[in-house]
């Protein structure tokens, strides 16, 4: 069974550089697309930060672009989230997420495996 089980969240100071960690579990096959996706406050939950499968590209939502890094450690079965000058903005509930991708490819339906979410507060 997968299970994804986030840390690192807590209350920063706007310009602090916390990381989040997320250990997985329940699945080894290297076509599972990795990520980080985010609730804020009243919005509908937002990818910020994705690995794909094969080379393990990465991608980021614009509002993110230069500020964070994914990255993963395959021998620790961890994905984290290097978060830079975080901003109020970035005040939300952080998830991360995992799905297998027959393809390849990694769209938002594949991601159908997530973590309880660890809150970022940003003042």
């Known amino acids: 069974q997968v299970q994804l089980v986030e840390s690192g969240g807590g209350s920063v100071q706007a310009g602090m550089s916390p990381t989040l960690s997320c250990v997985a579990s329940?699945?080894?096959?290297?076509?599972?697309?990795l990520g980080w996706f985010r609730q804020l406050p009243g919005k509908e939950r937002e990818g910020v930060a994705f690995?794909?499968?094969?080379?393990?590209?990465?991608y980021y939502t614009d509002s993110v672009k230069g500020r964070f890094t994914i990255s993963k450690d395959n021998t620790e079965n961890t994905l984290y989230l290097q978060m830079n000058s975080l901003k109020p903005e970035d005040t939300a509930m952080y998830y991360c997420?995992?799905?297998?991708?027959?393809?390849?490819?990694?769209?938002?339906?594949?991601?159908?495996?997530w973590g309880q979410g660890t809150q970022v507060t940003v003042s």
């Open positions: 329940g699945f080894a096959d290297s076509n599972y697309c």
């Open positions: 690995i794909g499968t094969g080379a393990g590209n990465t």
């Open positions: 997420a995992t799905g297998f991708s027959a393809n390849g490819y990694c769209y938002t339906s594949t991601y159908n495996y």
